[in-house]
């Protein structure tokens, strides 16, 4: 593996003679593998109730009762679903930048952002928007970076667009290159080393299925940490070439088949009932293998899954994609999707939720079970309470926009459609019409209007840049690609200089910061750092940092500041009747053998901060208070434990 690219070369001071100890293991947390199907429609699954039929030579049966998926459906009874979950998109591109991106993006904010990107001489992206290779996830905040700051290694494998794994921050991966348009770099995992005489449920448990082979490899390299899985098998999507034990139950039902070998599926001549419900099944088998796989080394009980497909299919409503009901259509087949957690011991089994929920969500549920911190930028919701029993989210609507095609804004019981190539207006009662048959918008002006004005007033806010976001990053060691560990990244903005420690494995965060313009440094060389805007005043069509701020840095080995790294000290700033103060500096100092630990933030509009990164040692918490108070000091902050320590602070008059 190479180590991420360096925007910036930075010289590092050296800070000291002591020599670093080693880091303390991680407390607990749950492992995380994201399952994502492939052009798989939410009607057609053994767990979902579906308002689908196929004719049969047994009569028409529901494709419930046909499609085979025993290990999905075990891990839907054994957990929790979400049935009414809607992807930011009916494509795999845009929805997978979703599920990616730590922020949740929609995909408009995602293009808004490499636009801005762009726009800015410090940073060269390649290619135009329409073309690959692209490199702007290299400046985003992803789920791999920012799980990566706590200690999680991380795999990619299956569907993935966005370039060399390492550009998002994954550890490891499949995808090596840019790779062609149409085949990105590891797209065929699952598929490859599939083999019907060593792979499935009727085959010797003692023989490991090569197709799993590449996951492997990384389990056996990361054993003892926690770890981040993209697996992402393009199945049941085309080409339909499952082996022959996936297709017979399906051709004994006499179901409509594809004659030619090898099926794309999208074409008028060829149906593709057969070929296409054998990729599922081969999908749930590769599904079970995996499971099985974690069962194996004694994983599975302190692993979360969570399953989703990427976007629909309308089987038998389109021949190919884009045309019909289903896969890049603005239509509902396109979309919806079930969504399933499964933590043995930790989340519920056999419950069903039918709660309008967003793809958005995946990314704040994921960080709130691993103890990340949420980015102030960040669509959606955790879904933790919910999962574990608790209210509904409330959403009573899921907006989106499809570049190019159209808006589409849902509800529990309404569908509304505005299609951009002439701006006409769709309305369905989704409740009673799943297929979306007959347009209602002509009988219901008032509720269309209703729904375009909503549509409206959600993109012009997603359009908008956060008022507030973190920077963060990684420093590395430019010759060797070893985190430079204790070094310290200043972050300066007119009279403010904040002081990050860079912990384990490199990385630093500061924020969240209000928008303007900074000059990031570490040691004695400050970089001029253009991402947040430098125009006067910012293009109100900027938003920058819609998924978050991210710089990689690279410097000169030092020695650095003795470890264990990884505690906190954060709290509340408040006056003496418990008002919160903002944009108070906090200074956090204290001795680590022969070295000085300094660290410098500000409070929040809440009167909170945050320090990490901490080396084990004592330290006293400064607070500059403002006019008409007193400065703040506690003294003998002892911190011991990869842990976080409250420290609150109150500011008296004076």
Known sequence: ??????????????????????????????????????????????FMPSPKTLNTNQGPMPINQIVLTPNLDELAAGGVVFRNTHNTASTCIPSLRTLLTTAGVQPLQWEDTRTALDQLPEITLTTSPQKYPRTEVEHMRTLPKDLGSAGYKSWEGGKYWE??????????????????????????????????????????????????????????????????????????????????????????????????????????NCPNEVNYLSNISWLDSLIGELIGELEDRGLRENTMIIYLADNGWGLNLQLFSGMGRGKKTLYDLGFRTPLIFNWPGHVPAGVAYDDLISTTDIAPTICDYTGIDRLPEQAGVSLRERIEGGPSPGRTEVIGLYEGIGHFLRTDTWRYLRFASDDHEELYRIDIDPFEKTNLAAQNPELVAQFAA?????EAAHRTPPERLEIAGRLLDSTTGEPLTGSQVELEHGLVKLISIVGADGWFRFGPLDIGSYALSAGLRALNVAWLGTADPVPAALPVGQAGAFFNLTGTRTVAVPGP???????????????????????????????????????????????ENLPFTTYTVKATAPPGFQNVIVEGVVVDALDVFTQDLVAQPG
Not at 454 to 458: F, G, L, R, Y
Not at 565 to 588: E, F, H, S, W
Request: aromatic letters at 10%; hydrophobic letters at 40%.
């Open 1 to 46: 593996m190479r180590p991420g690219r360096a925007l910036f070369a930075v010289q590092i001071a050296a800070i000291g003679l002591c020599v670093a100890t080693a880091a303390l293991a991680q407390p607990a947390r749950p492992n995380v593998v994201l399952i994502i199907g492939d052009d798989l429609g939410w009607t057609d699954y053994g």
């Open 565 to 611: 790294y990884g505690a906190q000290i954060r709290g509340i700033l408040t006056d003496d009747i418990g008002n919160p103060l903002p944009n108070v500096k906090i200074d956090v100092s204290g001795v680590k053998g022969c070295d000085v630990v300094r660290t410098r933030v500000t409070t929040q509009a809440d009167g909170s901060y945050r320090t």
């Open 454 to 458: 909503m549509v409206d007033d959600w």
């Open 163 to 268: 370039g060399p794994f390492d550009l998002a921050g994954f550890t490891h991966g499949l995808a090596l290159t840019h790779g062609q348009l149409l085949l990105p770099d590891g797209w065929d995992f699952g598929r490859a080393g599939w083999d019907p005489a060593l792979c499935g449920d009727d085959v010797d448990p003692q023989v490991s299925c090569p197709a799993l082979d590449p996951l492997r490899s990384f389990l056996d390299e990361v054993e003892g940490d926690p770890f981040f899985v993209w697996f992402a098998p393009a199945l049941p999507h085309t080409p339909f070439t499952a082996p022959q034990n996936f297709r017979d139950p399906y051709e004994a039902l006499g179901l409509k088949s594809c004659a030619t070998a090898g099926c794309w599926g999208q074409c008028a």
